[in-house]
């Protein structure tokens, strides 16, 4: 076997595992509604019956009876993904936007609003789940909910004027500015809102403070699982998908299915059928133009490798000198 | 082996380079619960929420301190002191609890002993004084528990402690009032026993003893003294269950009377009492005392409101709630009904039947799924009040959408996309249809029929195969969903297409080039062949090309090999395979002769001379082998 052979052979077998583990493996990314893993959404995904919107500027504009969730966004809000968001909560849709490092500020500033996610880290030394770096907001007036369980959460800032707030922190919360772990004497501490509704149009915004609340590994903590469905009631629930940044793993299944696809259109499938063909056909040209060219010695040489090449040649010559052919 | 080694190599190095792909992830932006570290309850926080429960506590705000105390079940307790904390909360929880008991019976006790009902207080209080011992034992054990837990979470030892302390202080005073209220009683009890007081008689008759709720009540009685006989001038109160009807004077001969309109109370019986407390100077003459208790009936009439909804209403749409107010043996007429639903309220009368109807129209935003409705009636004379909710389904329809599109399309030709809007039937115009198709958005509106159609061109950039449309409408009909719908057509795009045939017209050329380029079959060879062999053309063109003594060799070898068996192997020389099958023919030398020929053919000259002998050595193997 030749060297090329060998390393033409080896790539395809590993591309082969590669691509199998690309398929295979469920995707690892942030708040992925297929991700199973503790950062994933796939259990608020199987609890609720969600829609995923792949492209926001395809939300209804009329959003009555519905209520579109953005959770945890990561990318920027496009002017006209802001519109058709406005269009949905103004006519009559609810908009829930779960965030704390995020871009929604980019998007609840081009709603016109004046709260905002303040991006300081919120800790509770006393009200949380195994250190304060995963606080519990325990004052809630959002129907039969009276905890919420938020992980690595930030606080709103709420500049509306007719905003209501809906959750808060406990009273020895505090904003850990300096993100030491610590409460210093300067960071401000007291109850502070998480969760809070502004009237918007003939709909409404609601804002949390945490993009976490929904991933596997908090929503059976609390009442995290019950929070959509209390805000919600009966909407129909859609869920932003455009706005989450992707890790490699994710980007080389869109890639791989990207490349699925584009294999699959009948024009590329048809060039690459007879383009394949046409270069059989010539390799299989090229090997017999090879052994046609061959000396008669080498000929013989390849059926009898254990022939002496040097009789052979020897004969040839006597031939070619006295011999008619 | 070797080269299974170096694919491996290969593979394995791939695998290296391509690995981080498949497992690299950026760092997350929250943080793993199962992963994080556990941390103790911060020491001071701790000690703040517990000052605020026992503060609460202190000031005998106890269903406040009770919540507040439940709140700590939020905190996060490591399990190695979960033990400790927990039996402190239990133990602040049952302390709180009893002190809650004992200062209700102390209440109690005093409402009672206020009614001259001294037997009953003094029961009650032996009960909170019961309680209050518990309490005071949990009290102690609880600053044992403060000390344990001061220890565990850090606290300073004597902060929690001396907050616990500060509840004896309560329990303290608990006491002090219940034997205050003890001492009451037994001085009045006292003075009876002694003389001191006279003991005093209070009698009441009433009537009638079951009546209409809200009628007039006729009450008569007379107070008595031990000594003195009937008391006159005194002040008795009577009352109507827990409630004071009236404060009522005697007459000189003890006597008293009254005719008074009762509360409005719903219930089917209610207890009348009336009691005697002197006061001022009559304190320290007569005992106070309780009459005898007489039941009274109430009948009323019980209101049931029925009514009726439709199964399903729509958003923006009118529906009508009928319904039929009623007690269990008549209708209710001229009654207001009062009803809450989407978050409004409105009224109606009843009619003479007792009918009401309302009519309501859900918001346009309102969620799918039920509401409720709330139905109520205020009491009326005997007539009580009733209430009742119902709920309706808000339901919304899906559009329906009948689409019209071509089969096939060609890309760069216009096509037209036609529809019809509608819901239940219904129309639906006015609505903005919008078409999404590759990257472009068109939008139309729908006519009088619901009717709309689109224009469009495929741009010739798209492949040939399936073409994806979204047809996307808001119908401004709040009662119909938005529609959302996918369609597929059939594009034909001969742009696209010119690749794949571009490639099989180059592979068509191609085999048809190397077709050409296959050698004639040499005419001459081919007759000779058949002169001497006498086979078919057909079989002998496969071997035209070689000379037609080695030729004449090689059906010579098809002869030997089915007579011998003895097959000729591609690596057997002319001279191998003669001395393979020689042994086996044992012939004259007719093969000989031919292996010789087909030697001289191959590698040396050939002679006509030759070639006969070859002709003839081939016929007599022949014969003799056939």
Redesign the interface.
């Known amino acids: 076997m030749r060297p090329m052979r060998t390393l033409a052979l080896g790539l395809l077998a590993s591309t082969a595992l590669i691509l199998a583990i690309i398929h295979y493996m469920p995707p690892i990314d942030d708040f992925n509604p297929a991700n199973p893993f503790w950062n994933g959404m796939s259990g608020f995904y199987e609890q609720q019956r969600i829609t995923l919107i792949q492209d926001l500027r395809l939300v209804p504009n009329r959003g009555a009876g519905q209520a579109l969730l953005i959770i945890g966004p990561s990318r920027p809000f496009l002017p006209s993904e802001m519109q058709a968001v406005q269009a949905f909560a103004s006519n009559g849709g609810m908009l829930i936007v779960c965030d704390d490092f995020g871009t929604a500020n980019e998007l609840l500033e081009g709603l016109r609003l004046s709260t905002r996610f303040s991006g300081e880290l919120l800790e509770d030394p006393l009200f949380n789940i195994k250190n304060p770096r995963f606080p519990r907001a325990t004052e809630i007036w959002a129907g039969n909910i009276s905890t919420i369980a938020l992980n690595y959460a930030t606080i709103l800032k709420v500049g509306d004027t007719n905003a209501r707030a809906l959750a808060w922190s406990s009273h020895f919360s505090y904003i850990d500015e300096n993100r030491n772990e610590r409460h210093d004497a300067t960071e401000s501490v007291g109850s502070f809102p998480i969760m809070a509704v502004i009237p918007y149009g003939q709909g409404s915004v609601y804002l949390i403070s945490d993009s976490s609340t929904f991933i596997n590994g908090m929503i059976i903590y609390d009442d995290n699982a019950q929070l959509t469905s209390t805000i919600a009631g009966g909407r129909n629930l859609l869920l932003d998908a455009s706005h989450w940044s992707e890790g490699p793993l994710t980007m080389a299944k869109d890639l791989e299915l990207k490349g699925y696809l584009f294999f699959s259109r009948p024009d590329v499938r048809y060039t690459i059928f007879f383009i394949s063909l046409i270069l059989i056909l010539r390799v299989r040209k090229g090997r017999a133009a090879e052994i046609e060219g061959l000396d008669e010695v080498e000929k013989v040489m390849m059926e009898h490798p254990d022939w002496d090449a040097e009789t052979l040649r020897k004969i040839k010559e006597d031939r070619e000198e006295y011999g008619a052919n | 082996m070797r080269?299974a080694g170096?694919?491996?190599?290969?593979?394995?190095?791939?695998?290296m380079v391509?690995a981080?792909?498949?497992?690299?992830?950026?760092p997350?932006?929250?943080?793993?619960?199962?992963q994080?570290?556990?941390?103790m309850?911060?020491a001071m926080?701790?000690l703040?929420?517990y000052t605020l429960v026992l503060g609460l506590m202190q000031s005998e705000n106890f269903l406040n301190a009770l919540n507040r105390l439940n709140?700590t079940r939020?905190?996060?307790i490591p399990e190695r002191v979960r033990f400790i904390a927990s039996r402190f909360n239990d133990l602040v929880r049952i302390s709180c609890e009893q002190l809650d008991q004992v200062r209700s019976g102390i209440a109690n006790a005093s409402q009672m002993v206020g009614q001259a009902r001294l037997t009953e207080a003094k029961t009650v209080l032996d009960a909170a004084l019961f309680r209050l011992a518990q309490a005071n034992r949990t009290i102690g054990e609880l600053e044992v528990a403060s000390m344990e837990v001061s220890r565990s979470f850090g606290i300073q030892s004597m902060d929690l402690f001396d907050k616990v302390v500060a509840l004896r202080r309560l329990a303290s005073d608990y006491r002090d009032r219940i034997f205050g209220f003890y001492g009451t009683i037994a001085r009045i009890e006292e003075g009876v026993e002694t003389k001191e007081l006279q003991s005093t008689n209070l009698s009441i008759e009433a009537r009638p003893l079951a009546m209409e709720v809200g009628s007039d009540l006729h009450v008569q009685g007379t107070l008595r003294a031990s000594i003195d006989g009937p008391l006159g001038g005194k002040e008795v109160g009577v009352y109507f269950g827990s409630i004071k009807l009236a404060s009522v004077v005697t007459e000189g001969d003890g006597s008293f009377e009254l005719t008074m309109g009762t509360p409005i109370l719903y219930v089917p019986k209610v207890t009348l009492f009336a009691s005697y407390l002197p006061f001022e100077l009559d304190a320290n003459v007569y005992a106070p005392t309780v009459s005898n208790k007489i039941d009274i009936e109430l009948a009323y009439e019980s209101a049931r409101i029925a009514a009726e909804v439709p199964s399903a209403v729509y958003?923006n749409i009118p529906f009508t709630i009928t319904g039929i107010l009623s007690t269990k043996t008549k209708v209710l007429m001229g009654h207001t009904i009062a009803i809450a639903a989407f978050g409004g309220s409105v009224s109606a009368i009843t009619g003479q039947d007792g009918r009401f109807q309302f009519t309501l129209t859900p918001p346009?935003?309102?969620?799918?799924?039920?509401a409720t409705i709330s139905l109520r009636s205020e009491a009326r004379g005997n007539v009580s009040q009733a209430q009742t909710s119902v709920y309706v389904k808000?339901v919304?329809v899906e559009a329906e959408l009948v689409l019209i599109l071509p089969s096939l399309v060609l890309a760069g030709l216009p096509m037209q996309v036609e529809g019809l809007l509608k819901a239940n039937g219904t129309a639906l115009k006015g609505v903005?249809v919008e078409l999404?198709f590759s990257d472009m958005e068109l939008a139309t509106f729908s006519d009088n029929i619901g009717c709309f159609n689109f224009t469009v061109v495929p741009p010739t950039t798209l492949?040939?195969?399936t073409l994806g449309l979204?047809i996307?409408a808001?119908?401004?009909e709040?009662w119909v969903?938005?529609l959302?719908n996918t369609r597929e057509l059939n594009l034909f795009?001969p742009i696209?297409?010119l690749?794949?045939s571009a490639?099989?017209m180059?592979?068509v050329v191609?085999?048809r080039k190397?077709g050409r380029k296959k050698r004639p079959i040499q005419p001459t060879a081919e007759a000779k062949v058949m002169e001497w062999t006498g086979l078919e053309a057909q079989q002998i063109s496969l071997r035209v090309e070689r000379?037609p003594t080695v030729e004449l060799y090689y059906w010579a070898v098809e002869l030997v090999q089915r007579f011998t068996g003895m097959m000729l192997q591609?690596?057997h020389t002319i001279r191998e395979y003669l001395r393979l099958v020689q042994p086996i023919l044992q012939e004259s030398g007719d093969f000989d002769t031919l292996s010789l020929a087909a030697e001289m053919a191959l590698?040396?000259?050939?002679t006509p001379d030759v070639e006969l002998i070859a002709q003839k050595a081939f016929a007599k193997l022949r014969s003799r082998l056939s």
């Open positions: 080269y170096m694919i491996l190599a290969v593979f394995i190095l791939s695998l391509n981080p792909l498949a497992i690299s992830e950026r997350p932006r929250h943080l793993d619960l199962a994080a570290k556990e941390e309850p911060d926080s701790l703040q929420y709140g939020w905190f996060h958003p346009g935003d309102i969620a799918s799924g039920f808000v919304r903005q999404l492949p040939s195969g979204i996307r808001n119908p401004r709040a969903k938005p959302f795009n696209t297409l690749f794949p490639a099989a180059t592979l191609s085999v190397s000379h591609p690596n590698y040396w000259a050939t």
